[in-house]
């Protein structure tokens, strides 16, 4: 009978031993594929981040080349031209074009201003979102084109560095669209901060489109882009358009504690 209970409780013990064996060796194979999940996913963000931070670089310098080009050399240009058709001997109109010329020098000064403030990536944490969203309207407007404004409510929160650059570069893309294709008189830019998330807008009153029937594969890339980054820093994006009635765009970051 002892025998019997002993070779019973060696089968016993074996059996939680194997079973035992499994468990921890399946715990190890799950982990595993977890942990190079992980890092695959911290991978995959860090080269978003970085594509990300390059291209807001590089529209920022497509930005400026424009801005000097378009606004702030034909500002010079005039002045040029009232400075050479100056009578210095005190002809009539002397004082008129010197105040002109005065106020055309005051305006590339202030534009030169906010272009210097167009930021790369690692500068919009310093420079703030709220900042750095209201200087690109600000540019915007500068071109005499589009008029803009910026509202900003609620207590400002500091982002997350992913956060920071995925959010700016979506409302460099939204107001690129908006630009390029809306034909709109005016563009806005709102940021709503709350304890619980971040509400970014950007509208115009330009042609608009049924974005009923949007295709992100048919619109293109800089519209998906806009989509899969919005979901990688756990945001929701809405397109809202109408024939017509312009165009709204709002992301919806969560702000986690």
Sequence with gaps: MEKFEVKTLVI??????????????????????NQN????????????????QLEIQEQTLKTISQEIH???????????????????????????????????VSKAINDLRDLSRSMSGDKIADLGLPD????????????GQHKTNFTLSGD???????????VFRIVQESLHNAVKYSKAANISGQMIFSPERLLVSISDDGKGFDSKQLNVKKTGIG???????AQMIGASLYIKSEPGKGTRIDLDLPLNK
């Design 12 to 33: 016993v013990l074996t059996c939680l031993f194997l079973v035992l064996g499994l468990f921890v060796f399946m715990f190890f194979i799950v982990y595993r594929r």
């Design 37 to 52: 999940t992980r890092e695959s996913e911290i991978e995959k963000l860090n080269k978003t981040l970085l594509q990300t």
């Design 70 to 104: 378009d606004n702030i050399g034909q500002v010079l240009s005039l002045v040029k031209l009232n400075l050479n058709t100056l009578d210095l001997n005190g002809g009539e109109g002397k004082a008129e074009k010197l105040d002109n010329s005065m106020h055309l």
């Design 132 to 143: 750095a969203m209201e200087n690109e309207l600000r540019i915007i407007g500068n071109t």
């Design 156 to 166: 400002v929160q500091k982002l997350q560095q992913q956060q920071n650059l995925v």
């Design 223 to 229: 519209l998906k882009n806009m989509l899969d980054r």
